[in-house]
């Protein structure tokens, strides 16, 4: 296991009074994150227990995967029957916006050491790289140290797993919540997550397309074509953001134009 | 805990770390292509698309876009709305669930 490992490297980072001071504040900046982050953690360990993953499996999942959407999309998935390869697929895509932080952290804090990334890499959420980055926004020049990154992360980690255990002893020893309409509740998550990434034509083709798919090709088998869907989305997002482009360029000069 | 969720509980943790630490430290000595960066901003959005949209348009398996009877759509064109609106996370929740509970109730009531 991760972890705790990486939490005693992350607390010996925090141990001069420089970084000790830099980790209180990621944490104070992140901490407003951490409530609102737990409903979420909340609504996960109750959807963990009632798609089969039980108490253990539930915060298993939480304390070892730490990945919100990532999370509920694997349970959800779990509990649809799909096959262990789309789950961790689907997953594996989901995830992928981390490596656009991971690009942009591994550029703006250079100076973090190796050992450093290695850990801190364990705990970055969409939370704690929001909470960093608009730090590394507001002072550019000044090196933000490991422990500020530390100090939110570990905050979210620890806010995240308390949510969910609250969730799996809700799910366990409450009413049967799916008489709620408890699902409604993780895919209005979902649309809270993605209608505000909708910015640009570009995503909405790559939004359409998507959905057009996974309702048409919903009863593939193993989930194949909800993969299909999500390639397909993505491809032509990307193939229209590059129509676009090319229509906003300027038009090349000619031979004749040169000469004038 | 089975062995079937301890291998999706492990296999899920080491794909979620493979995009986080060691990209961190990957991305410090590699330059990434263009075409891969262009792409990851449409890869969320399609995910939970592909996953949100068979559930709310297609909840008993079949499709079913009559609002009177599919609780589910109205329940996600509320939280699309909100989210449309207000940025955070929980205002579409609550949205959600108040139009489905509002349309089990009405439907119960007639």
Redesign the interface.
Known sequence: MTSPVAQHGLASQAKSPNHRRAFALGLRDAAPLFLSGAPFGLLFGILAYDVGLGLWGGQAFSSLIFAGSAQFAAADLFGKGAGLLVIFGVTALLNARHLLYALDLATRCAHWPSWGRLIVGYFLTDESYAVTARRLDARPHDPLPLAYFAGASLGMYFAWNLSTAVGLVLGASGPDLSRFGFSVAIYSAYIAIFVPLLVAAPRWVAAGVSLVLAVWLRDWPNQLGLVTAILAGIVAGYASQRLMDRRSEPPAASAGDEAL | ?TA??L???????F??????????????RLQ?PL????????????????????????PE?S?DLNPLNN??ML??LG??VV??WR???????L???AV??LH?AIVTMS
């Open positions: 805990m079937q969720t291998a999706l509980i492990i296999g899920c943790s794909v979620t770390y493979a995009m986080r630490g060691p990209a961190m430290l990957i991305f410090s990434v075409f891969v960066r262009q792409a990851l901003p449409f890869v969320p959005i399609c995910v939970l698309v592909a996953i949100t949209a068979p559930a709310l348009l297609a398996r499709l609780a589910w329940a996600g939280a699309a989210a449309a940025k955070d996370l929980v205002s579409p929740v949205a959600g669930l489905f509970w089990h």
